[in-house]
């Protein structure tokens, strides 16, 4: 008995100081229950609440909407549920309330309501702040991802899903350690990761550790961790910032493994070795024989012919040989000297020369040893145009764009106009032709931009489908006139039958003290105006031109396309859909095929049985045709039709084996008709 008495206190104590305000009322609508945290959110006391009538007490209180719903629960007898409701209180501040309205019922009859009210607006507040904190780390650059204690993530944004080519949805709440990094180290990082959480170890500032991301492949990426602390100074989570950087790393490699290759070839030279009289007159008194093959010349040619010395030097390097001779001090490190062979070919070569001198101090002669350089010359200027040039389009990168800015960046080169242009059907490209296509394209877009460019202009790939073009002593007429040649042109030409398009804005700088920043942001600024202005013409131009081509590229496909459409559309009508559901038909019917454009005309031609590889190709195409409607804002409500236009109601079709009435009910009848 004592037990149950001390229990019953223990709930009454928890209803009464819960922060669910909880109002009980009897069959005739009077409060015969109250908590304390009711009547606070009402400013009366419990006693003034007690036997009232809740219709009439709460009229002129803050909280009158509960009349509202509680009269529309004990209409019906069902529960009536409030999400959120915006409450003006008597300070004039707004408060919002949740609640729930739960008639009690005796065989079906009214005997009174159990009402739960609650204040919700720190919490939508923290929401709401939330969802801003979202969109700063959405923004950001670099994969952000929070982790709890336990390695689960709990927040990650934009730039870690596009890394990890997930969505959010995906990622938040797994581990991190068991889902995202690689098999081989995820076991020895997450007891790494739980020491960290308890402060017995530390990772360093700065650290490369891979993830394994959707499609299977590796990124390094360069971390750094912070932690999250509660007000007692424990830590509660553990922020982590990343930077990818695979592609970095892999350039670097390449440069280093072209570096040693070249620099092999170089050093691996037969060296020359020579002896010069510098007094009384100058002459060869030995060379030896490998100077035959570096420069042409035999031995006894230098022997006979005293001047050849002297000729054999490059004209604009005879003064720095003649400067390094003048000091003892040059001497102690090698020079570099061009020399011209006999068939009047430079040849870079590196020389180590001992002098000779005489009692008074005179330099008599000159020992050394000539080592052929020129392969690592070229290997020296192939890296320094590796590191200045985007491998891709052969463009300039940005680094060397930023430094050519800086270059131009003077009075002389006024007026400056920074063109900026981004490609608009890149990911259209790579999603319906792969990146390979894609490639091609942003080649096509460089070639093309190169050929109505002066030599002087500078013309970078800007980053990703980004193009930069930087015109010295040119004004904003000139350069407008230069994009409406490129655009001009970009309408007669195509990639994979898709026309190229590209989205262009300039700026110039017609004085000094104009910002140079603010220039490259104003054309940014036109560009991006530009393209959205233009983005909903250059779908449609590309969607026409692909069902213009697959028509012409497969002339059944068209006559097959035209029966299709005319008998969905009786079958739609024959099943009375709405008019918007006939044109959904209508456009399914037409564009089914789409996919079909990736696919070669050889093989979806072929007479032939076709092999089980060529069979897998085929049944591609309703993916393909996914892809390209998902990139078009006129076809993406039909995407998820023409994925599923092949799917059977056995589960026996491809590419996801729906069955039922998990096919689409348009997939389904196009699927028949087909």
Same mark, same amino acid.
């Given at each position: 008995m004592?037990n149950?008495?001390?229990?019953?206190?223990?709930?009454?104590r928890v209803?009464?100081n819960?922060?669910?305000?909880i109002l009980i009322t009897?069959?005739?609508?009077e &409060?015969?229950y109250t908590?304390?945290t009711?009547?606070?959110?009402n400013h009366?006391?419990k006693?003034?609440?007690?036997?009232?009538?809740?219709l009439?007490?709460?009229?002129?209180?803050?909280?009158?909407?509960i009349?509202?719903?509680?009269q529309?629960a004990?209409k019906?007898l069902?529960p009536?549920?409030?999400?959120?409701?915006?409450?003006?209180?008597?300070?004039?501040?707004?408060?919002?309330?949740?609640?729930?309205?739960t008639?009690?019922?005796?065989?079906?009859?009214?005997?009174?309501?159990?009402?739960?009210i609650?204040n919700?607006?720190d919490?939508?507040?923290?929401?709401?702040?939330?969802?801003?904190a979202?969109?700063?780390?959405d923004?950001?650059e670099?994969?952000i991802?929070?982790?709890?204690?336990?390695?689960?993530?709990?927040?990650?944004n934009?730039?870690g899903?596009e890394i990890?080519?997930?969505?959010r949805?995906?990622?938040i709440?797994?581990n991190w350690f068991d889902?995202?990094?690689p098999k081989?180290i995820?076991?020895?990082l997450k007891?790494?990761?739980k020491?960290? @959480?308890?402060?017995?170890?530390r990772f360093?500032?700065v650290?490369?550790?891979p993830v394994f991301?959707?499609?299977?492949n590796?990124r390094?990426i360069?971390?750094r961790?912070t932690?999250i602390?509660d007000?007692d100074?424990?830590?509660?989570?553990?922020?982590?910032s990343g930077?990818?950087?695979?592609d970095k790393i892999?350039?670097?490699?390449?440069?280093?493994?072209d570096?040693?290759?070249f620099?092999?070839?170089?050093e691996?030279a037969?060296?020359?070795?020579?002896?010069?009289?510098i007094s009384p007159?100058l002459?060869?008194e030995?060379?030896?024989p490998?100077?035959?093959?570096i420069?042409?010349y035999?031995p006894?040619e230098?022997y006979d012919?005293?001047?050849l010395v002297?000729k054999i030097?490059?004209?604009?390097?005879w003064?720095?040989?003649?400067?390094?001779l003048?000091s003892?001090?040059?001497?102690?490190?090698?020079i570099?000297i061009r020399?011209v062979?006999?068939?009047n070919?430079t040849?870079?070569?590196e020389q180590? $020369?001992t002098?000779?001198?005489n009692k008074k101090?005179?330099?008599?002669?000159?020992?050394?040893?000539?080592r052929?350089?020129t392969e690592?010359?070229?290997a020296?200027e192939k $890296?320094r145009?590796?590191?200045?040039?985007d491998?891709?389009t052969?463009?300039?990168n940005?680094a060397?764009?930023?430094e050519e800015?800086k270059?131009?960046?003077?009075? *002389?080169?006024?007026p400056?106009?920074?063109?900026m242009?981004d490609v608009?059907?890149?990911k259209?490209?790579n999603?319906?032709?792969?990146h390979i296509?894609?490639d091609?394209l942003?080649k096509n877009?460089?070639?093309?931009m190169?050929s109505?460019?002066?030599?002087e202009d500078?013309?970078a790939?800007?980053g990703g489908?980004?193009f930069?073009?930087?015109?010295?002593?040119?004004?904003?007429?000139?350069a407008?006139n230069i994009?409406?040649r490129?655009?001009a042109?970009?309408?007669?030409?195509s990639?994979?039958k898709i026309?190229?398009s590209?989205s262009l804005g300039f700026?110039?700088?017609?004085?000094?003290?104009?910002n140079?920043?603010s220039?490259i942001?104003?054309?940014?600024?036109?560009?991006y105006k530009?393209?959205?202005l233009?983005?909903?013409?250059i779908?449609g131009?590309?969607i026409?031109s692909?069902?213009?081509?697959?028509f012409t590229k497969?002339?059944?496909?068209e006559?097959?396309?035209i029966r299709? *459409?005319n008998?969905?559309l009786e079958?739609?009508?024959l099943l009375?859909?709405?008019?918007n559901?006939?044109?959904?038909?209508?456009l399914l019917?037409?564009l089914h095929d789409?996919g079909?454009i990736?696919?070669?005309?050889?093989?979806?031609?072929?007479k032939?049985?076709l092999?089980n590889?060529?069979?897998?190709?085929?049944?591609?195409?309703?993916e393909?045709?996914f892809?390209?409607?998902e990139?078009?804002p006129?076809?993406?409500?039909?995407a998820?039709?023409v994925?599923?236009?092949h799917?059977?109601?056995?589960?026996s079709?491809?590419p996801?084996?729906?069955k039922?009435?998990? &096919?689409?009910?348009?997939?389904? @009848?196009?699927?028949i008709i087909d």
């Open positions: 004592e149950n008495y001390n229990n019953y206190k223990l709930i009454k209803i009464e819960t922060d669910e305000g009897s069959e005739k609508d &409060i015969v908590n304390n009711a009547a606070r959110i009366l006391s006693k003034q609440f007690i036997g009232k009538n809740i009439s007490v709460l009229s002129d209180r803050a909280l009158s909407f009349k509202q719903y509680y529309e004990k019906t069902r009536v549920i409030i999400k959120s409701v915006p409450v003006t209180v008597n300070n004039n501040k707004e408060k919002i309330f949740s609640g729930q309205f008639p009690i019922l005796r065989k079906n009859v009214f005997k009174g309501m159990l009402c739960c609650k919700i607006t919490y939508i507040e923290l929401e709401k702040q939330k969802a801003i979202q969109n700063y780390l923004i950001a670099v994969l991802v929070i982790l709890d204690k336990k390695g689960k993530v709990k927040l990650i934009k730039k899903q990890l080519e997930y969505k949805s995906e990622i709440g797994k889902n995202f990094i081989k995820s076991k020895s007891a790494k990761f020491k960290f @959480i308890k402060d017995e170890w360093p500032e650290f490369e550790i991301t959707k499609s299977g590796e390094i360069s971390w961790n932690t602390k007000e100074d424990n830590i509660t989570a553990v922020l982590s930077e990818d950087i695979t892999m350039m670097e490699h390449k440069l280093i493994e570096e040693k290759r620099r092999m070839l170089a691996n037969t060296d020359i070795v020579f002896r010069f009289r007159e002459c060869c030995y060379i030896s490998s100077i035959t093959k420069s042409g035999t006894q230098y012919d005293k001047e002297k030097i490059h004209q604009e390097d003064k720095l040989l003649q400067e390094h003048k003892k001090k040059n001497f102690k490190k090698p570099e020399w062979n006999k068939n070919d040849i870079w070569t180590n $020369i002098p000779g001198y101090g005179k330099l008599i002669t000159i020992d050394g040893i000539a052929d350089i690592r010359k070229k020296e $890296i145009y590796l590191s200045f040039h491998s891709l052969d463009l300039y940005r060397y764009f930023e800015l270059r131009l960046d003077t009075r *002389r080169q006024l400056l106009t920074f063109v242009g608009n059907s890149l259209f490209v999603d319906a032709f792969g296509e894609g091609m942003l877009v460089a070639n093309l190169k109505f460019c002066r030599k500078i013309i790939r800007w489908d980004e930069a073009i930087l015109l010295p002593q040119t004004s904003s007429d000139y407008e994009v409406k490129i655009k042109a970009c309408k007669k030409t990639s994979h026309p190229i590209i700026c110039s700088k017609e004085w000094y003290e104009q140079i920043s220039v942001s104003e054309a940014e600024d036109n560009m530009n393209k959205l233009e983005k909903k013409s779908s131009e590309i026409s692909i069902t213009k081509n697959l497969d002339a059944e496909t006559e097959h396309t299709v *459409r008998m969905v079958i739609g009508k009375n859909l709405p008019k559901e006939l044109d959904n038909l209508s019917a037409t789409i079909k990736a696919i070669s005309d050889e093989l979806l031609n072929k032939a049985k092999t590889r060529e069979w897998e190709i085929i049944k591609r195409h309703p393909i045709g892809n390209i409607c990139s078009s006129q076809l993406s409500h039909i998820d039709f994925l599923a236009h799917e059977w109601f056995d589960g079709g491809y996801q084996g729906l039922g009435e998990e &096919i689409p009910q348009e997939s389904r @009848i196009l699927a």
